[in-house]
């Protein structure tokens, strides 16, 4: 039980019912000090309202009471310091983690881009999300990452609706690694009419079981991203869902990568009813030749790729882009129709794709 105990408390908290803390108690952190932090995160309604994080500190919602609404309201910023995060933390079940109308939650990422990414100066990571029990992230405004924004991470249960990241600005002012949406070791996760704008994967699904990623917009960056799977703790993807999104002016609009000698799985994978456009290398492409970052040639089969299903994807590649590149060593049970992508060149290289299963280069 917590009582009201000092008037430094009573000034940050609302009390709408009388000590102790019910279910209806609503504290806001304000100002450039997480002092009030510890008290603020055991009440039931928390806002974060116009909070300057300091240099090298989390905001920490770790560990919030089962039922908890968290609402960002204003702008939130982060004082500058070269380390690598997160700046914000969020842990718990039953949590809905809310934006009010107008708030932005500002990244300030100029600070830290130089260009280089996960090499150079280094970057703090956004957002760390450890939901599970029908916790829902909504209508957040993201703004200027550092570096990747969400990091989902042994969360299950957890919808994510209509987020916003907004990292215009990284294009020409050295954004780089800025990852939408790292999913990894999660089960029943569904993202949903969000609106990615950055410069890496829109979401990369490392590991993890039942996946949805629904209707969203993913702009300028590398697509949407099964992989890369292999060499981490976790290996299995079994269950991804990527329905009716659009991947515009990315480097790639669909793609599955997983690692060259590791082993693991990629299972009932469907990608269904996406369209992409501006696309710069490739629309499609599944490779299991991926090392340290890159496209080494050589497909090996310890991770092999099952119930694969590629349906009804259409859209356009830019001229110098191929349509599909197909790069496997163990492919099994794939049902590829309706894939209608126009535009750039095909790919000639292609090799493994199992026979009877409709997908061409
Ligand atoms: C294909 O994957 C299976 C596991 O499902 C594995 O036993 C087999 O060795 C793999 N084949 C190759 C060529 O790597």
């Not at 996760?189 to 969000?194: A, E, K, R, T």
Request: hydrophobic share 35%.
């Amino acid at each position: 039980m917590v009582f009201i105990s000092s008037l430094l408390l009573s000034t940050l908290c609302t009390f709408v019912v009388a000590s102790p803390l019910s279910k209806r108690d609503s504290c806001t952190l304000s100002g450039s000090s997480l002092s009030s932090l510890s008290t603020v995160k055991k009440c039931s309604s928390i806002i974060i309202k116009d909070l300057s994080v300091p240099a090298g500190q989390t905001l920490d919602l770790t560990g919030l009471t089962s039922g908890t609404t968290v609402t960002f309201e204003g702008t939130t910023t982060f004082q500058y310091k070269e380390w690598a995060g997160p700046l914000i933390s969020i842990s718990g079940s039953k949590i809905n983690v809310v934006g009010a109308s107008g708030h932005v939650i500002d990244g300030q990422g100029a600070k830290w881009w130089d260009g280089l990414g996960d090499k150079g100066k280094v970057k703090p990571k956004f957002v760390k999300l450890v939901l599970t029990g029908k916790s829902e992230v909504t209508g957040l405004n993201i703004k200027n990452a550092p570096h990747q924004v969400f990091s989902i991470n042994k969360c299950s249960d957890l919808t994510i609706n209509g987020v916003t990241i907004d990292i215009k600005d990284g294009d020409s002012a050295g954004g780089h690694n800025t990852d939408g949406f790292d999913v990894g070791s999660s089960t029943n996760v569904v993202i949903q009419g969000c609106t990615v704008y950055n410069q890496d994967d829109c979401i990369a699904v490392n590991s993890g079981t039942t996946i949805k990623f629904l209707n969203n917009y993913c702009y300028n960056g590398h697509g949407i991203s099964v992989g890369s799977v292999g060499g981490r703790s976790d290996n299995t993807v079994n269950g991804f869902w990527a329905e009716n999104n659009h991947v515009l002016n990315s480097a790639n609009g669909l793609r599955i990568k997983t690692v060259k000698g590791a082993t693991g799985s990629v299972s009932n994978v469907n990608f269904i009813s996406n369209k992409i456009s501006g696309i710069k290398s490739y629309g499609i492409v599944i490779e299991g030749d991926y090392l340290n970052g890159k496209t080494t040639g050589t497909a090996t089969g310890g991770v092999p790729i099952k119930n694969l299903v590629m349906k009804d994807i259409t859209g356009s590649v830019n001229s110098a882009a191929k349509r599909v590149k197909i790069l496997v060593k163990n492919a099994s049970n794939w049902k590829w129709s309706g894939v209608s992508i126009s535009g750039g060149s095909s790919y000639s290289g292609c090799s493994g794709i199992p026979t009877g299963s409709g997908a061409t280069c």
